[in-house]
């Protein structure tokens, strides 16, 4: 583990160092598509085409980032983030403000407001629309509902955001969280016939392999808990899965 916790490009670096000290070849290219081939794969990428018996999905999903000009800047500073629960330990009493208009952004201010100080959940554009149950738990969860969508964010300090709302109040928070949803990079397997869930997400058996033979998912490109630690653990099942049938 690490004590402090780590950043995101020094995990992959870390990564990549260690395979490389065990000799693992590394090839960067952008796969097109995917046939199946003899009971195999044939991968064809932007710069050749590779044959294999069997192939781990790690593609992952993108999170739908706000549209406002300066985001990039607040998340390299961790003003705006994503993951509550990679991160949550560092909202602890802070002022935050989860943007998302739906069951998702209901979902994720109620998880917040057991760490964070006070919570409010914003949109980016239309109202937030929720059922009486939605409300009923983030009034117990004393989230407050923010009526007017956010129409900018501004970074304060080295750590702070304005809200700019519609009809020009501002608010003030600590932390951002977008609950704005991801979008699952599961096309290239789907296109193969593979089984996704109704967001995209591949199933998967207990051996992290989908229902075409030899083709194999990990991580959160996967229907379960987007963490590192699942998606290591998925890993190691689809791995040792491979080396099994070899």
């Not at 402090?4 to 490389?20: F, S």
């Not at 081939?37 to 018996?53: E, I, N």
């Not at 900018?152 to 702070?160: F, I, M, N």
Request: aromatic share 4%; with cysteine; hydrophobic share 45%.
């Amino acid at each position: 583990g690490h004590a402090v916790g780590i950043p995101g490009p020094d995990i992959l670096r870390r990564m990549q160092e260690q395979a490389a000290h065990y000799g693992v070849p590394r090839s960067t290219a952008v796969v097109e598509r995917i046939e199946p081939q003899g009971g195999g794969f044939l991968v064809h990428t932007d710069a050749q085409s590779w044959r294999t018996r069997t192939i781990i999905l790690a593609t992952g999903v993108i999170d739908v980032a706000p549209q406002y000009p300066h985001v990039k800047q607040a998340v390299d500073s961790g003003c705006l983030r994503y993951c509550p629960i990679c991160d949550g330990f560092e909202a602890i009493g802070k002022r935050v403000a989860v943007l998302g208009r739906g069951a998702g952004g209901a979902g994720e201010a109620a998880f917040v407001s057991h760490f964070a100080e006070e919570v409010m959940l914003c949109s980016t554009g239309d109202p937030v629309v929720l059922d009486d149950d939605q409300r009923n738990r983030l009034a117990q969860a004393r989230v407050r509902i923010v009526s007017a969508p956010v129409r900018d964010l501004v970074q304060e300090g080295e750590c702070g955001m304005r809200l700019v709302l519609e009809g020009g109040e501002t608010v003030h928070v600590d932390v951002v969280y977008a609950a704005l949803g991801t979008l699952v990079n599961s096309g290239l397997a789907t296109v193969l016939g593979a089984q996704a869930n109704e967001s995209g997400e591949l199933l998967v058996d207990a051996h992290q392999q989908t229902n075409v033979d030899g083709l194999y998912a990990v991580g959160d490109v996967v229907h379960g808990l987007n963490q590192i630690a699942v998606a290591m653990g998925h890993a190691a099942i689809a791995a040792t899965a491979i080396h099994n049938r070899l």
